[in-house]
C-alpha cells in the first residue's frame, strides 16, 4: 500500500452530515476542541465545493495567522540560503502575503495570471489518481487548515503552509509548472496502479523532495523540504544520490522522518531532460522495464 495515505488525518462525515476530521491521540491540537471544531468546518467547506465555484473562504485565528507570518519570515530566511534560485525568483513573481494566511483564492488568483495554475480545495487525502491527474489541467490540490498554533514550527501533516509556501511558490515558475503538468499526464496516461505509483515516487522525490547543484551546492526544490524549517537545514548531510528514475520509482520512504535518502539533478536542464521526458513519454510498459531493471 502507498503510505502517503497515512499521514493525513482521515475524513468522515456523519449520519447527521456533520464532517469529522480525526486527529490522532499524538496530533498538537488532539486536545484542543476549538482547533478541532476549526478543522472540521474546514474540511466540510472543502467537501462541500462543487468545480467552479469559487474556493470558500476558511476562516483563521489570530493566533494562526501569526504563525503563519512566523514562519514565513523564518523560511523566507532559510530559502535564500538553500533554495534554488528558480524558486527565489518565482516566490518573489508570486508575492504572497506575509502577516496573514492568504485564502486560496486569492493564491490561485496571484498565480493563474503567472503559469494559469489554479488551487481546488482538499479536505484530507485525495485519491492518487485524481491528485495527479488535474495537474495536466492546471489545477492542484491543497489542503486549508494551518497546524496547531502550539508548535508553530511542526505539523505532522501537509497543512497550508506546506501546500501554498511549498507549491504554490514553486508552481509561479514556469519550468516548474510545465513539470508538475507533465506528472499529471503521465498519471492519466498510465493504467496500472504499479505504474501510477511508479510515476507518484517520481514526483516525490522530486517536486517534493528534490536538490539540485546550484553555484557548486546543493540547493533544495522540492516543495516538502522548503515548508520545513528544520529539513531544510538537515537535506545537505542525507544520502544524496545521483538522480535515477529506476531508483527514485522504486526506493521506499517514510513520510514521517526526514528524508534520509534524496536524489540530486546536476542542473535544472538535467531535471527537465531526465524527469520531464520520463513524465512526457512513459507508459505502463516503459515503467514495468525500469522497475525491473533494478
Ligand atoms: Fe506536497
Known sequence: M??????????ATQDDGSVVVELASGHP?????VYRNRRNAIAALALGHKPGEPIPHAEYTDEEHHVWALVTQELAVKHGKYAVREFIDAAARLGLPVERIPQLQEVSDLLKPITGFGYLPAAGLVPLREFYSVLADGLFHSTQYIRHHSVPFYTPEPDIVHEVIGHANTLASPRFAEL???????ARRVETDEALEFVSK???FTLEFGVMREDGESKAYG???LSSSGEIEEFRGMDIRPLELAAMGT????ITKYQEVLFEAESFDHLEDVVGTFWDTCDDDSIARLAASR
Open 202 to 204: 517520481v514526483f516525490w
Open 223 to 225: 516543495a516538502g523540504i
Open 251 to 254: 526506493t521506499h520512504y517514510d
Open 2 to 11: 502507498f503510505e502517503e495515505a497515512q499521514y493525513f488525518a482521515p475524513v
Open 29 to 33: 491540537g488532539f486536545a484542543d476542541a
Open 180 to 186: 508538475y503538468r507533465l506528472a499529471g499526464r503521465a
